[in-house]
């Protein structure tokens, strides 16, 4: 059974930072993409950053439009994933959320709440 537990979410002022981590427990292999989405009241989730497994070569990164420049997905060896926020604008507020996707599963967190405001 996999876990995924996001953590680093907080109240932000406009251009301000933040870094959430999301530590994994169980299924260290055979992920095929692991990344972070987002979903803003009223608005459906969608994806932030994603990581597709490079399986002994590269890792490939699909960031979206709209944080592409502020925004940096990485993971570590210790099983965990990173999103670096910067320059965060109000638009940013959400909750964050963590999948990891497997060839016939995936898991969510429960998410993390980013607020940008004044």
């Known amino acids: 059974q996999v876990q995924l537990v996001e953590t680093g979410g907080g109240l932000v002022q406009p251009g301000g930072s933040l870094t959430l981590s999301c530590k994994s427990s169980?299924?260290?292999?055979?992920?095929?993409?692991w990344g972070w989405y987002r979903q803003a009241p009223g608005k459906q989730r969608e994806l932030v950053a994603i990581i597709e497994n490079g399986v002994g070569s590269d890792d490939r990164i699909n960031v979206a439009d709209t944080v592409l420049g502020r925004f940096t997905v990485s993971r570590d060896s210790t099983n965990t994933l990173y999103l670096e926020m910067h320059n965060l604008k109000p638009d940013d507020t959400a909750v964050y959320y963590c999948k990891r996707q497997y060839e016939l599963s995936e898991y969510w967190g429960q998410g993390t709440q980013v607020i940008v405001s004044s």
């Open positions: 169980g299924g260290l292999y055979g992920w095929a993409v």
